[in-house]
């Protein structure tokens, strides 16, 4: 990336730059010659379209005006802008799930225009997923939409549904250990991922060491992923973007859903405050395992052991509309995690781990006129990791205690506001601003050891706090150049101000897609994309204890070029999507640990900064996709063919190896059938090669002891001669649910059985060497064996 500080030239290129899209994207269009004739006598409409029963906005509905063959989608808030040269025009709205809509409407309407779709209903023997743009027509390439009734219908794990191990259905998206809902997209590694929940972002969307997402799939209304062709208005990482949209609350009526499983209970409410004006939606959920496993290993240990184990999350969404041009919305979110024991033999230990969330945003809705939208966003942050063991013993009477303990964080406060904005039929302009007040806590380990009180050694080894600034200024505009041609252009730049230390990048995004002879979408894009801050990991799991820290002075921002090519088109009278995408992808500055260095300091006065080094990582592809979106089955198949490799002066002896997560096949199916209205049975299978692991095949023998000079001899020293240097087996798995559903007329009530790993493969967590004389010296540690549960749910 080139540095550019103090650089007028790089400035003054910079404002060239952003002036010619503006001149483009905002003056352009309006101008005589950029118009045909007819355009000034073109009529402008807007509005919303939401659910007609409960009255949420729906994003992403689709928009068509079959005379004109244009149309447009909702934004975020359910807000779309149409323009034609009829003062009359027939418009067909349609999105999944809901019953498609033609209406008749004036295109000289002032106010608002509210379009209320019906949901699907009696329809329970097929499901069908309709809609109006099909996958060749759209200009977006490389990304993913769910809906919460998605996520809920396939096979779920101890009872609970997990958005983030939907996503990992995907093809380019690949789980990290065994069990761990971290997504690993198109190479990247899981800090390279950006959580938005509600436009704020979130830190560690884990539970469970990993095993379970935060996110509670009753809240949600849409995801987005963006594995690539980055849109300008999002920055900050490199790999992927995962956009949570919660629900807004039920304008009409009170509604519920309470479930059960193994695991976890989770209960959220909905409903108005005052009808029509100010909705509600709260939810919780608590896991308790504490409650059962607690007991029973007292009883096991005969006291000797007491363990803490659960988690908890809760959502809060307050809207309230002041007018059809004024909204309010207000989401916070909480959760937590806390797990340890107290062993009580002999001595006396103790060990904890906690970490949890916490987050909220203020947003404001404002409709200007029918061709500008706008939302401010006021956003905070704070992720928090705390870790700590004592070893409390009695020798004769001498007291010994030990004492260990580890805390970091990072915490932020932001504001942003965003435009949409409708120059032209043919154009869709999005811009807007913001800034971030990031405050990292890197970690301070402490350690002391006492004997009878007194200290007699001890350590504290801190990282400061860094405040930084973050700057955000983002341009695009989707363009529909002709019925064969569109493109999404944009400009994305941002900065980060800090310690005396100034990085800035411009960061260009293009996608361009051109419909080929029989119908055939043809899809090109490029994204840079840059991301100030770095996670510190480990090279064989991703933990809470992995440390959020800033881009310094001597550690550059990490910078990503991403190329993308594809196919799609939707065949079988649009009943099958048919997708293929190419892609390669170069990051500098990712970081490692260097050989032998952890996160835990061993010394006063050593920073993170000295244990850890930069390098390049290159990543490229190949994606294949059918999904069938109509009838009683519906589902996919996809399979990647990828590679991963990294390659840093001091780690391997600076020789290229391939990434932790590098696997070169990864195939997934996915299917869901509706057997009879009240049946429903879905499974997936994962099969994906072989992980590079570390291993040593040879290790020097200990010195024989010297019977002069008495004392323990040397320890094994392990000869590891290069990094990931093994891959031994493959992962595969098969998941089965089945769902017994029963509708009354109040309420649905739901029985689900779910079988995890049904025939109890033996995937590896980990391995090792437990004697290096043996022909079998690699063990395997497997953590998750068939794993059946049951839940029940009740929507009222």
């Not at 809240?219 to 949570?244: C, E, H, M, Q």
């Not at 990051?587 to 920073?607: L, Q, R």
């Not at 993170?608 to 080094?613: A, F, L, N, R, Y």
Request: glycine share 8%.
């Amino acid at each position: 990336m080139p540095e550019m500080r103090n650089d007028y030239f790089y400035k003054i290129l910079k404002v060239v730059a952003i002036g010619c899209l503006l001149y483009c994207l905002l003056w352009y269009p309006n101008t005589a010659w950029a118009q045909s004739p007819e355009k000034n006598t073109r009529n402008t409409i807007s509005g919303y379209v939401e659910d007609a029963e409960s009255g949420e906005r729906l994003i992403g509905a689709a928009l068509f005006l079959p005379d004109e063959q244009t149309g447009n989608t909702t934004n975020n808030y359910g807000f779309f802008s149409l323009q034609s040269e009829k003062t009359q025009q027939l418009v067909r709205v349609s999105y999944l799930g809901y019953l498609s809509l033609d209406t008749l409407v004036s295109m000289h309407q002032q106010s608002p225009l509210i379009i209320k779709l019906q949901p699907e209903k009696g329809v329970l023997d097929e499901i069908v997923i309709t809609d109006t743009k099909l996958i060749q027509e759209e200009t977006q390439m490389s990304k993913i939409t769910l809906s919460g009734p998605q996520i809920m219908s396939l096979p779920k794990f101890f009872g609970e549904a997990d958005l983030l191990k939907t996503l990992q259905l995907m093809p380019g998206v690949q789980q990290g250990s065994e069990g761990t809902s971290a997504l690993l997209v198109r190479g990247g590694s899981p800090d390279q991922n950006l959580f938005l929940l509600d436009g704020a972002p979130l830190y560690n969307p884990s539970h469970m060491l990993g095993i379970f997402s935060t996110f509670n799939v009753s809240t949600i209304k849409n995801v987005d992923l963006y594995k690539g062709a980055f849109p300008s208005r999002f920055g900050g990482r490199i790999s992927s973007v995962v956009d949570i949209a919660t629900k807004d609350g039920n304008m009409q009526k009170v509604h519920g859903d309470f479930s059960i499983g193994m695991l976890a209970s989770q209960l959220t409410l909905e409903g108005p405050i005052k009808k029509d004006k100010t909705t509600f939606l709260i939810s919780a959920r608590r896991t308790y395992g504490d409650l059962f496993i607690a007991p029973m290993a007292k009883i096991v240990s005969n006291n000797e052991i007491s363990p803490t184990l659960y988690f908890y999350d809760f959502n809060l969404k307050l809207q309230h509309r002041f007018s059809e041009n004024d909204r309010l919305f207000l989401s916070v979110y909480g959760g937590k995690d806390k797990f340890g024991a107290t062993i009580n033999d002999v001595d006396r230990t103790h060990t904890a781990i906690s970490w949890g969330n916490y987050l909220g945003t203020l947003r404001w809705n404002h409709v200007f006129s029918n061709k500008l939208f706008s939302n401010l966003t006021l956003l905070a942050t704070d992720f928090g990791l705390k870790i700590g063991a004592e070893y409390t013993s009695t020798y004769n009477g001498q007291k010994s205690e030990d004492k260990i303990s580890l805390q970091s964080g990072i915490r932020d406060y932001g504001g942003k506001i965003d435009f949409d904005y409708f120059p032209h039929y043919r154009h869709k302009v999005k811009f807007g601003a913001g800034i971030t007040h990031h405050r990292f806590r890197p970690g301070t380990s402490k350690y002391s050891a006492k004997e009878n009180g007194v200290t007699v050694d001890s350590f504290e080894s801190k990282s400061y706090n860094t405040n930084n600034n973050e700057i955000d200024v983002y341009l695009e505009d989707e363009w529909k150049v002709s019925d064969q041609l569109s493109a999404n252009l944009g400009l994305h730049w941002s900065a980060l101000q800090g310690n005396n230390t100034t990085y800035q990048q411009l960061q260009p995004r293009l996608s361009v897609r051109y419909l080929l002879p029989a119908n055939i979408g043809l899809k090109l894009s490029y994204a840079k994309m840059a991301q100030y801050m770095h996670l510190l990991s480990g090279n064989t799991i991703t933990l809470p204890t992995d440390l959020w820290v800033p881009a310094t002075d001597k550690i550059k921002p990490q910078i990503a070029d991403q190329f993308a090519a594809g196919l799609a088109r939707s065949v079988f009278q649009n009943q099958l999507e048919l997708s293929v995408e190419g892609y390669y992808k170069d990051m500098s500055n990712v970081i490692e640990y260097k050989d032998g260095a952890s996160y835990v300091v061993a010394s006063t006065g050593e920073s993170w900064e000295d244990k850890i080094t930069s390098g390049k990582s290159k990543s490229f592809g190949i994606e294949l996709m059918a999904q069938k979106k109509q009838g009683r089955l519906t589902g996919w198949v996809a399979y990647t063919l990828s590679k991963t490799d990294r390659t840093f002066t001091d780690i391997n002896f600076g020789r290229t190896f391939p990434y932790k997560y590098d696997r070169r096949h990864d195939f997934k199916t996915v299917a869901t059938y509706r057997l009879t209205k009240g049946i429903e049975v879905s499974g997936c299978f994962i099969y994906q090669s072989a992980t590079p692991f570390t291993l040593a095949f040879s290790q020097f023998e200990p010195a024989v002891e010297d019977p002069y000079n008495p004392g323990p001899a040397m320890e094994e020293i392990k000869n590891i001669t290069a990094r990931n240097n093994v891959r031994i087996e493959p992962y595969h798995r098969l998941d089965i649910s089945i769902n017994f559903i029963r509708e009354r007329q109040k309420s649905t009530r739901t029985w689900n059985i779910s079988v995890y790993n049904v025939y109890n493969r033996k995937n590896p967590f980990y391995y090792y060497h437990k004697n290096f004389n043996s022909a079998n010296s690699i063990m395997k540690i497997a953590l998750l064996p068939i794993l059946p549960s049951i839940s029940y749910s009740i929507k009222f």
